[in-house]
């Protein structure tokens, strides 16, 4: 059955990424959610998506550039109308309240130009939280080099390669058999098609679409069996599932 996750919570009724957005998506009965991970000047990961701060009205900074306490102090559901001030959430303090209650999939997230250094200690301080993993904690990252330095730490740990829209089926396929220790893919709604889900099938891998939120795009999804649906409407994706 194609598992059904929240895209950074219910992020079309909440602040994305917060602890108001996660628990609004615990509402409806979701297999699982997806988070972004970023990591703070002094070392600490936390839950944010963007390259930048635009959405909290700081366009030309980045999460790096504060320490975990000033970005406490910080408004993360500003730019969501309505809604309660928010601190951002740390990384280990979301592990430890969701992974209980559903699945998990973990972004970790890089940034052009980011030091290579302070992506391992992600990679590092992802796989520090998720522990052991399995069926019900994945990591994923759109950066190869982020995978395999986690692989080269936690050879067992299910790790995801992010496929951008441009990459095919040709791709994901050559991809899969140069990086066999991938556990799987996530691919982009736009590419997905029998040819897509065929190559990723046929070498036994986890599949997984970000990220569908129309009618026709969830259709297509369940249609094709994917193994994760990830979603911005999970509360549609699970009625058309069925449940």
């Not at 893919?185 to 098609?193: E, K, M, Q, R, Y």
């Amino acid at each position: 059955m194609t598992l059904i996750y929240a895209h950074r919570g219910a992020r079309r009724e909440a602040a994305e990424n917060t602890r108001s957005a996660f628990d609004r998506a615990l509402a409806y009965p979701i297999d699982g959610i997806e988070t972004d991970i970023q990591i703070s000047r002094d070392g600490v990961c936390v839950l944010w998506h963007d390259d930048d701060l635009a959405k909290l009205g700081l366009p030309d900074k980045r999460i790096d550039d504060y320490d975990l306490a000033q970005l406490q102090g910080m408004n993360f559901a500003a730019h969501f109308s309505g809604a309660a001030a928010e601190p951002v959430m740390r990384l280990q303090d979301f592990v430890a309240t969701y992974r209980a209650r559903c699945a998990l999939l973990l972004e970790i997230k890089r940034y052009p130009g980011e030091p290579e250094m302070q992506q391992q200690a992600k990679a590092r301080q992802t796989l520090q939280a998720a522990g052991e993993g399995s069926a019900r904690m994945l990591a994923s990252s759109f950066d190869p080099d982020s995978l395999l330095h986690a692989h080269s730490i936690a050879p067992d740990f299910p790790l995801v390669l992010n496929l951008e829209p441009e990459h095919d089926a040709t791709f994901a396929g050559r991809m899969l058999q140069e990086q066999a220790w991938l556990h799987g893919l996530c691919v982009h709604i736009a590419t997905l098609d029998e040819d897509m889900a065929s190559a990723v099938r046929e070498r036994g891998k986890l599949l997984a679409v970000y990220t569908c939120n129309s009618d026709e795009q969830i259709g297509r999804a369940l249609e094709l069996g994917v193994d994760v649906l990830i979603s911005d409407v999970p509360q549609k994706a699970l009625e058309m599932r069925g449940g």
